[in-house]
Protein backbone atom coordinates (compact mmCIF):
# COMPACT_ATOMS: atom_id res chain seq x y z
CA UNK A 1 0.00 0.00 0.00
CA UNK A 2 1.55 3.79 -1.32
CA UNK A 3 1.75 6.55 1.35
CA UNK A 4 2.11 8.68 -1.34
CA UNK A 5 0.70 7.57 -5.15
CA UNK A 6 3.35 9.37 -6.80
CA UNK A 7 0.84 11.88 -9.34
CA UNK A 8 0.40 15.91 -9.24
CA UNK A 9 -3.02 16.75 -8.70
CA UNK A 10 -3.59 17.59 -11.95
CA UNK A 11 -2.56 13.96 -12.67
CA UNK A 12 -4.96 12.64 -10.15
CA UNK A 13 -8.03 14.47 -11.94
CA UNK A 14 -7.28 12.43 -14.98
CA UNK A 15 -6.79 9.40 -13.75
CA UNK A 16 -10.31 10.12 -11.70
CA UNK A 17 -12.00 10.70 -14.84
CA UNK A 18 -10.88 8.02 -17.01
CA UNK A 19 -11.69 5.85 -14.07
CA UNK A 20 -15.08 7.17 -14.10
CA UNK A 21 -15.96 6.90 -18.32
CA UNK A 22 -14.80 3.43 -18.01
CA UNK A 23 -17.12 2.53 -14.83
CA UNK A 24 -20.00 4.56 -16.44
CA UNK A 25 -19.54 2.16 -19.70
CA UNK A 26 -18.81 -1.08 -18.51
CA UNK A 27 -21.72 -0.19 -15.28
CA UNK A 28 -23.71 2.15 -16.13
CA UNK A 29 -26.12 1.11 -13.12
CA UNK A 30 -23.32 2.33 -10.47
CA UNK A 31 -22.28 5.84 -9.31
CA UNK A 32 -19.11 6.51 -11.07
CA UNK A 33 -17.98 9.18 -10.18
CA UNK A 34 -17.91 8.23 -6.11
CA UNK A 35 -16.95 5.03 -6.68
CA UNK A 36 -14.39 6.32 -9.26
CA UNK A 37 -12.89 8.88 -6.40
CA UNK A 38 -12.96 5.83 -3.86
CA UNK A 39 -10.79 3.77 -6.42
CA UNK A 40 -8.21 6.74 -6.55
CA UNK A 41 -8.51 6.75 -2.65
CA UNK A 42 -7.79 3.04 -2.74
CA UNK A 43 -4.58 3.92 -4.80
CA UNK A 44 -6.23 1.94 -7.84
CA UNK A 45 -5.79 3.95 -11.26
CA UNK A 46 -7.34 1.63 -13.80
CA UNK A 47 -10.07 -1.27 -13.84
CA UNK A 48 -7.92 -4.61 -14.31
CA UNK A 49 -9.52 -7.95 -13.79
CA UNK A 50 -9.93 -8.01 -10.47
CA UNK A 51 -11.32 -4.49 -9.90
CA UNK A 52 -14.23 -5.14 -12.26
CA UNK A 53 -14.96 -8.41 -10.59
CA UNK A 54 -15.08 -6.45 -7.14
CA UNK A 55 -17.15 -3.68 -9.60
CA UNK A 56 -19.89 -6.76 -10.04
CA UNK A 57 -20.10 -7.30 -6.28
CA UNK A 58 -23.83 -6.73 -4.75
CA UNK A 59 -23.03 -3.51 -3.01
CA UNK A 60 -19.18 -2.33 -4.81
CA UNK A 61 -19.78 0.66 -3.54
CA UNK A 62 -19.38 -0.54 0.30
CA UNK A 63 -16.35 -2.99 -1.01
CA UNK A 64 -14.33 0.05 -2.09
CA UNK A 65 -15.37 1.99 1.38
CA UNK A 66 -13.90 0.04 3.11
CA UNK A 67 -10.90 -0.61 0.68
CA UNK A 68 -10.15 2.89 0.66
CA UNK A 69 -10.83 3.15 4.71
CA UNK A 70 -7.97 0.16 5.35
CA UNK A 71 -5.32 2.37 2.93
CA UNK A 72 -6.13 5.47 4.88
CA UNK A 73 -5.21 3.74 8.10
CA UNK A 74 -2.55 2.31 6.68
CA UNK A 75 -1.34 5.57 5.32
CA UNK A 76 -1.61 7.85 8.17
CA UNK A 77 0.09 5.07 10.57
CA UNK A 78 3.11 5.46 7.77
CA UNK A 79 2.56 9.13 8.32
CA UNK A 80 2.71 9.12 12.04
CA UNK A 81 5.77 7.32 11.83
CA UNK A 82 7.85 9.29 9.15
CA UNK A 83 6.41 12.50 11.37
CA UNK A 84 7.86 11.28 14.68
CA UNK A 85 10.87 10.52 13.10
CA UNK A 86 10.89 14.14 11.43
CA UNK A 87 10.34 15.75 14.69
CA UNK A 88 13.11 13.80 16.32
CA UNK A 89 15.49 14.83 13.59
CA UNK A 90 14.17 18.49 13.90
CA UNK A 91 14.55 19.00 17.83
CA UNK A 92 18.09 16.89 17.59
CA UNK A 93 18.81 19.71 14.83
CA UNK A 94 18.13 22.77 17.04
CA UNK A 95 19.86 20.99 19.66
CA UNK A 96 23.01 20.96 18.08
CA UNK A 97 21.97 24.47 16.90
CA UNK A 98 21.58 25.84 20.15
CA UNK A 99 25.29 24.14 20.96
CA UNK A 100 26.36 26.37 17.78
CA UNK A 101 27.55 22.75 16.60
CA UNK A 102 25.07 22.35 13.29
CA UNK A 103 26.49 19.22 12.44
CA UNK A 104 25.93 15.44 12.96
CA UNK A 105 29.12 13.43 13.25
CA UNK A 106 27.55 10.60 10.53
CA UNK A 107 29.15 9.38 7.67
CA UNK A 108 26.79 10.38 4.33
CA UNK A 109 24.84 7.65 2.92
CA UNK A 110 24.11 7.00 -0.40
CA UNK A 111 20.04 8.08 -0.72
CA UNK A 112 17.28 9.47 -3.50
CA UNK A 113 16.47 13.24 -3.31
CA UNK A 114 13.18 12.54 -4.46
CA UNK A 115 12.50 9.96 -1.80
CA UNK A 116 13.82 12.04 0.49
CA UNK A 117 11.20 14.84 -1.22
CA UNK A 118 8.48 12.56 -1.07
CA UNK A 119 8.36 11.51 2.32
CA UNK A 120 8.00 14.89 3.52
CA UNK A 121 5.08 15.85 1.11
CA UNK A 122 3.16 13.21 2.91
CA UNK A 123 3.37 15.32 6.06
CA UNK A 124 1.61 18.26 4.35
CA UNK A 125 -0.64 15.73 2.39
CA UNK A 126 -3.98 17.21 3.67
CA UNK A 127 -2.86 20.63 3.62
CA UNK A 128 -2.43 19.72 -0.49
CA UNK A 129 -4.72 17.70 -1.75
CA UNK A 130 -7.24 20.28 -1.43
CA UNK A 131 -6.47 23.83 -2.57
CA UNK A 132 -2.71 23.71 -3.69
CA UNK A 133 -1.95 22.68 -7.54
CA UNK A 134 0.87 20.32 -6.87
CA UNK A 135 3.78 19.85 -9.66
CA UNK A 136 6.53 17.82 -9.58
CA UNK A 137 9.07 17.50 -12.40
CA UNK A 138 11.32 14.57 -11.59
CA UNK A 139 13.97 14.79 -14.17
CA UNK A 140 16.85 12.80 -11.68
CA UNK A 141 15.51 10.01 -9.64
CA UNK A 142 18.99 8.93 -8.84
CA UNK A 143 20.80 8.81 -5.59
CA UNK A 144 23.50 10.84 -4.25
CA UNK A 145 26.00 10.95 -1.33
CA UNK A 146 24.60 13.24 1.83
CA UNK A 147 22.93 13.29 5.34
CA UNK A 148 19.22 12.17 4.66
CA UNK A 149 18.10 13.40 8.03
CA UNK A 150 19.14 16.74 7.39
CA UNK A 151 18.01 17.47 3.93
CA UNK A 152 14.57 16.27 5.28
CA UNK A 153 14.35 19.09 7.17
CA UNK A 154 15.26 21.53 4.36
CA UNK A 155 12.56 20.00 2.23
CA UNK A 156 10.23 20.78 5.39
CA UNK A 157 11.87 24.20 6.03
CA UNK A 158 11.32 25.19 2.08
CA UNK A 159 7.48 23.72 1.56
CA UNK A 160 6.53 24.76 4.91
CA UNK A 161 7.60 28.66 3.83
CA UNK A 162 5.99 28.19 0.38
CA UNK A 163 2.51 26.89 1.23
CA UNK A 164 2.55 29.50 3.90
CA UNK A 165 4.01 32.37 1.67
CA UNK A 166 0.52 31.14 -1.10
CA UNK A 167 -1.43 30.91 2.26
CA UNK A 168 -2.11 27.42 1.42
CA UNK A 169 -3.55 27.59 -2.34
CA UNK A 170 -2.05 28.11 -5.50
CA UNK A 171 0.54 26.30 -7.32
CA UNK A 172 3.51 24.24 -5.64
CA UNK A 173 6.29 23.38 -8.38
CA UNK A 174 9.01 20.98 -7.24
CA UNK A 175 12.18 20.18 -9.82
CA UNK A 176 14.54 17.90 -9.14
CA UNK A 177 17.29 17.85 -12.22
CA UNK A 178 21.16 17.14 -12.39
CA UNK A 179 24.11 17.19 -14.43
CA UNK A 180 27.19 15.44 -14.53
CA UNK A 181 28.16 16.58 -10.91
CA UNK A 182 25.92 18.35 -9.52
CA UNK A 183 21.85 17.73 -8.46
CA UNK A 184 19.47 20.58 -8.67
CA UNK A 185 16.23 20.96 -6.35
CA UNK A 186 13.80 23.76 -6.71
CA UNK A 187 11.25 24.16 -4.66
CA UNK A 188 8.56 26.79 -6.38
CA UNK A 189 5.40 28.83 -5.09
CA UNK A 190 2.95 31.16 -6.70
CA UNK A 191 2.85 33.70 -3.34
CA UNK A 192 3.30 36.74 -2.41
CA UNK A 193 6.77 37.05 -3.25
CA UNK A 194 9.95 38.45 -1.17
CA UNK A 195 10.91 41.74 -1.26
CA UNK A 196 14.30 42.84 -2.17
CA UNK A 197 14.81 44.78 1.20
CA UNK A 198 14.91 41.86 2.96
CA UNK A 199 16.28 38.83 0.76
CA UNK A 200 19.81 38.48 2.62
CA UNK A 201 17.90 38.89 5.80
CA UNK A 202 15.68 35.80 5.64
CA UNK A 203 19.05 33.84 6.26
CA UNK A 204 19.91 35.63 9.58
CA UNK A 205 18.61 33.24 12.44
CA UNK A 206 15.32 34.42 14.40
CA UNK A 207 14.59 36.58 11.52
CA UNK A 208 11.19 35.63 10.41
CA UNK A 209 8.17 37.39 8.48
CA UNK A 210 5.99 34.97 9.84
CA UNK A 211 3.72 36.43 13.02
CA UNK A 212 4.01 35.69 16.83
CA UNK A 213 3.99 32.14 17.23
CA UNK A 214 3.79 31.00 13.93
CA UNK A 215 7.71 30.85 13.29
CA UNK A 216 11.30 30.42 14.92
CA UNK A 217 13.21 32.53 12.54
CA UNK A 218 15.42 29.45 12.36
CA UNK A 219 14.20 27.45 9.26
CA UNK A 220 16.50 29.32 6.65
CA UNK A 221 19.33 29.52 8.56
CA UNK A 222 19.32 25.90 9.67
CA UNK A 223 18.57 25.52 6.10
CA UNK A 224 21.99 27.31 5.03
CA UNK A 225 23.89 25.57 7.40
CA UNK A 226 22.85 22.07 6.35
CA UNK A 227 23.42 23.00 2.52
CA UNK A 228 26.65 24.41 3.06
CA UNK A 229 27.46 21.16 5.02
CA UNK A 230 27.01 19.67 2.44
CA UNK A 231 29.19 21.61 0.23
CA UNK A 232 26.08 22.80 -1.92
CA UNK A 233 24.50 26.11 -2.87
CA UNK A 234 21.35 28.08 -1.88
CA UNK A 235 19.95 30.46 -4.34
CA UNK A 236 16.85 32.39 -4.34
CA UNK A 237 14.72 34.26 -7.58
CA UNK A 238 11.52 36.04 -6.23
CA UNK A 239 8.89 38.57 -8.00
CA UNK A 240 6.77 40.44 -5.73
CA UNK A 241 3.13 39.19 -6.63
CA UNK A 242 4.38 36.56 -8.38
CA UNK A 243 6.17 33.94 -6.28
CA UNK A 244 9.41 32.77 -5.11
CA UNK A 245 12.13 30.14 -5.96
CA UNK A 246 14.49 28.38 -3.84
CA UNK A 247 16.97 26.07 -5.70
CA UNK A 248 19.28 23.95 -4.15
CA UNK A 249 22.57 22.89 -5.69
CA UNK A 250 24.18 19.62 -4.41
CA UNK A 251 27.27 17.86 -4.82
CA UNK A 252 26.61 14.32 -6.37
CA UNK A 253 29.73 13.28 -4.59
CA UNK A 254 30.79 15.00 -1.41
CA UNK A 255 34.84 16.16 -1.11
Not at 229 to 245: A, K, V
Request: one cysteine or more; a neutral charge; charged letters at 25%.
Amino acid sequence: ILVNNDLTTKEERVVKRNLNNQISKLYPNLDSFNIAELLLASNIFDLDENCKKMLRFNDPETTFKILSSIVGITNSIKIVEISLDKVQNIVYSLRNYSRNNPTLKLNPTSYSIVESIESVLTLYNSKIKYSINLIKEYKFRGKILCYPDMLSQVWINLIDNALHSMEYKGNLTIIVDDNEENVFVKVKDSGSGIPISIREEIFQPFFTTKEIGEGTGLGLDIVNKIVNHHNGLISLESEIGIGTTFTIKLPKVMS
